[in-house]
C-alpha cells in the first residue's frame, strides 16, 4: 500500500511540475466555464438543467473533455516513460508492478476529481449569491464524472504500457475510448441492419432483444444518467464502474509484467 501512494505522489506532483499538466488544466476549466455560461444564458438561467448539461446530459463539452483528457494523461504514464528510458529505472524499484500500476490510476483519477470540482465551485458561488443549488444530483453527477474518467484512465493506461510511442498511446487510447462511448449506438444501427436479412420473425425478436441487452450493458451514457444524475446511488452502477477499471488495471499489470520479463 505504501509503494502504491509513493507513486500516486510521485505522478500528480509530476502532472503539476509539467507544463502538460497545467496547460491541460487551464484550458479545460476555461472550456467547462465558457461552455457553463453558454448554456446558463441558452437555458434561460435555469440553475439546474445548466449543471445537468455541464456534467453531461447533452452537454456535449463534457463527453470530449472526457476523451480528450484521459489519453493526453495516460500517454506520459508508461509511453513516455518508456521512450524517455525512466521506466526501466522504475521496473528495478523494489515496488510491485502493481503499486506501480494502481498509483499512476489513482494520480491521473485524482487529476481528473480536481479538473471536474470546478463545477462544485460554479454552484458553491450560486448559493452564495443566494440561489438555491440542487445539490443531490449535482454531487452524483461529479461522482459519476470521476467513475467516467476513472474507467479512461484505466483504460488509457492500457494502452500506454503495450506501446512505446506518447503519441500512438494517445491516438490509440482516444480510439479505444471513442469507441466505447459510441459503440453501443452504432451497435444497434448495425443489428438493425442484420435482423432486416432475417425473414423469421422470432429469431429477427431474439437477435434484437438479445443485442439491445448487451449493448446496454456497456452504454456509459446510460450507466451515467440513469443513476449518478439523478443523485441517486444505484448499486449496479457502482459494480459497472468497479469492475471495468479493474479489468484494465488488472491488464497494464500484466503488460508491465511483459515488460519485466522481456527485460
Not at 455560461?37 to 449543471?51: D, H, K, N, R, W
Not at 463539452?61 to 524517455?84: K, Y
Not at 422470432?202 to 437477435?207: D, I, P
Request: aromatic share 14%; hydrophobic share 55%; proline share 3%.
Amino acid at each position: 500500500m505504501s509503494g502504491t501512494l509513493i507513486i500516486a505522489r510521485r505522478e500528480l506532483t509530476s502532472l503539476f511540475y509539467s507544463p502538460l499538466g497545467w496547460i491541460l488544466l487551464t484550458l479545460a476549466l476555461l472550456l467547462h466555464g465558457l461552455v457553463f455560461s453558454l448554456m446558463f444564458g441558452a437555458i434561460g438561467g435555469e440553475v439546474g438543467q445548466t449543471f445537468q448539461a455541464a456534467l453531461g446530459g447533452n452537454g456535449y463539452m463534457f463527453w470530449a473533455l472526457l476523451l480528450f483528457l484521459p489519453p493526453l494523461l495516460t500517454m506520459r504514464l508508461f509511453a513516455d516513460e518508456a521512450r524517455s528510458g525512466t521506466l526501466e529505472y522504475l521496473l528495478t524499484a523494489p515496488i510491485s508492478d502493481a503499486a506501480v500500476v494502481i498509483g499512476k490510476f489513482l494520480a491521473g483519477t485524482l487529476f481528473m476529481a480536481i479538473l471536474w470540482a470546478s463545477t462544485l465551485l460554479f454552484a458553491l458561488a450560486f448559493q452564495i449569491k443566494g440561489i438555491d443549488v440542487d445539490w443531490a444530483p449535482l454531487i452524483g453527477s461529479y461522482v459519476g464524472a470521476v467513475c467516467v474518467s476513472g474507467l479512461f484512465i484505466a483504460i488509457g493506461l492500457t494502452v500506454s504500457s503495450l506501446v512505446d510511442s506518447p503519441l500512438i498511446a494517445a491516438f490509440m487510447s482516444f480510439i479505444a475510448c471513442l469507441a466505447w462511448l459510441l459503440g453501443p449506438e452504432f451497435g444497434s444501427r448495425f443489428l438493425g441492419w442484420v435482423a432486416s436479412f432475417i425473414e423469421d420473425p422470432g429469431r429477427r425478436e431474439t437477435l434484437l432483444e438479445t443485442g439491445a441487452s448487451v449493448l446496454g450493458s456497456i452504454n456509459l451514457i446510460v450507466h451515467y444518467t440513469s443513476s449518478f444524475a439523478r443523485g441517486q446511488v444505484d448499486t449496479a452502477e457502482v459494480v459497472f464502474f468497479l469492475t471495468w477499471p479493474v479489468f484494465f488495471v488488472f491488464l497494464a499489470i500484466r503488460a508491465l509484467e511483459m515488460r519485466r520479463w522481456r527485460g
